[in-house]
């Protein structure tokens, strides 16, 4: 069980380095300085609505991959009662990033709400 913990933050540290060239794309033109990303109660809404769309988005991708995977483990365990419970458990886990890819985007509208303060 640790050996697995260690490999799986190895995957993650090996990920986030292999992820640094985008920070360099991020640095924009060299000598520009860019105007404020938030001036006024609007701009935090849209900030928080694209933030919540695309990782609404991401995890609802990973969702439905981890469904239909875990739809062929099952159909491929057979007789295998440790195949078939993996396969449980990971659909299981997928239906709950599916409801939860769901709430991310279903939270914006009550974010609008609360941010711009137009309470009924």
């Known amino acids: 069980m640790k050996k697995d913990f260690i490999k799986k933050i190895g995957v993650g540290i090996g ?5 640094l060239p985008l920070i360099v794309l991020a640095i924009g033109i060299p000598g520009e300085v860019p105007g404020p ?6 701009d935090i809404t849209r900030l928080v ?3 919540l769309n695309w990782t609404g988005g991401v995890i609802m991708t990973v969702a439905l991959i981890m469904l239909l995977w875990s739809a ?3 159909l491929a365990g057979g ?6 419970k993996k ?5 299981l886990y997928s239906i709950i990033g599916i409801v939860v890819a769901i709430l991310a985007f279903s939270v914006q509208p009550f974010l609008d709400t609360l941010l711009r303060g137009r309470f009924s």
């Open 72 to 74: 062929i483990l099952y």
């Open 49 to 51: 609505s694209t933030i």
């Open 37 to 42: 990303i938030i001036t006024s109660p609007a």
């Open 87 to 91: 396969a449980k458990s990971m659909l």
């Open 79 to 84: 007789a295998s009662e440790a195949a078939q």
């Open 15 to 19: 990920a986030g380095f292999a992820l």
